[in-house]
Nanobody, 125 residues
């Protein structure tokens, strides 16, 4: 599968952005998990959110819980990350990824098979 992330840009603190992950070549429904990770300058890539195939189970890092919402539309072959109440520390390149990993492994980037190219989100005061 090829993943194309888009929708990043510049937002002010407290603002909102939605990033999208369009899949091609294969269906997102072929994968148990779709996730978003992010990487800030000089830092390691970190888990942000993940969603299971059915969309019924969602997982978030503590730093974004209550502010970000992950969703997927298997029919449109697209996953989304709605980001509200943005903070300066949310500035990063956001990557989407797919995996068939079981629950215990969803938080580790090493368990993801395919990655999009990333989209930059910059939050300013």
């Amino acid at each position: 599968v090829q993943l194309q992330a888009s929708g990043g840009g510049l937002a002010q603190t407290g603002g909102s952005l939605r990033v999208s992950c369009q899949a091609s070549g294969r269906s997102l429904g072929d994968y148990n998990v779709v996730a978003w990770f992010r990487q800030a300058p000089g830092k390691e890539r970190e888990f942000v959110a993940a969603i299971r195939r059915s969309g019924g189970y969602k997982y978030y890092s503590d730093s974004v819980k209550g502010r970000f919402t992950i969703s997927r539309d298997n029919a449109q072959n697209t996953a989304y990350l709605q980001m509200n109440n943005l903070r300066l520390e949310d500035t990063a390149v956001y990557y989407c990824a797919t995996s068939n990993v079981v629950l215990s492994g969803i938080y580790s980037a090493a368990n993801y098979i395919s990655w999009g190219q990333g989209t930059l989100v910059t939050v300013s005061s």
